[in-house]
């Protein structure tokens, strides 16, 4: 779709970024690329590193895990290598997850990652999220930072403008406020990429 064109805008009030056009998913996620990952060496790598994050935020191998958005469910294969075993994952666009039944459990922890940035109505996507998540649990939130991205810039950012598919961007400050709005405590804020392979220090219980 290179030749394709897209237009965002920016919310001057909570410097939030929008599509402007009515985008057809359904025609973008045919074939989409990240589907086709593997779980290979830097896959377990970047989910180690991601790992330890939830650990440190509260997770352990006892946790139930709901992964929404799970695309192939490499994620879920990971946490069952390291006895994370009482998992369930939701994705819309993959038949083999696409049953909205383990969506009206509630879980320990819920992972949407890169997720919120995708949907017509994140908020609605929000209040959904919130539900599935047990009183005193956890729901790790992996989206791009608007304020992180120039618009004047916007070729440097084409990885976190991710055009079509991201349909909204929020500001930090705004999904915290999203959050906080719906009953949700800010844990912690990690502001590295979700593929970024830096090593963490060991986390007790994360084999």
């Known amino acids: 779709w290179q030749r394709e064109q897209c237009t965002v805008w920016r919310c001057s009030h909570c410097q939030s970024i929008h599509s402007r056009e009515r985008v057809d998913l359904d025609r973008y996620y045919r074939g989409y690329p990240f589907r086709r990952r593997q779980l290979d060496g830097f896959a377990r790598r970047t989910f180690a590193s991601y790992l330890s994050k939830l650990f440190r935020a509260g997770m352990n191998s006892s946790s139930t895990v709901l992964d929404y958005g799970c695309s192939e469910g490499l994620l879920l294969q990971f946490l069952a290598e390291q006895g994370v075993r009482d998992t369930a994952g939701y994705d819309a666009y993959v038949e083999a997850f696409d049953d909205r039944a383990v969506l009206s459990a509630a879980y320990d922890v819920v992972i949407a ?42 070729a ?52």
Do not use: N, W, Y
């Open 113 to 154: 990652q890169d997720v919120i940035e995708h949907v017509e109505d994140p908020l609605e996507l929000l209040d959904s999220l919130v539900k599935c998540v047990q009183p005193g649990g956890l729901l790790a939130l992996g989206t791009p930072r608007a304020e992180g991205i120039d618009l004047h810039q916007a």
């Open 156 to 207: 440097k950012f084409t990885h976190s403008l991710h055009q079509p598919f991201h349909l909204h961007i929020f500001s930090e400050q705004s999904l915290r406020t999203l959050c906080e709005l719906r009953g949700m405590q800010t844990v912690a804020i990690p502001r590295r990429h979700i593929l970024d392979t830096h090593a963490q220090p060991a986390t007790p219980g994360f084999a």
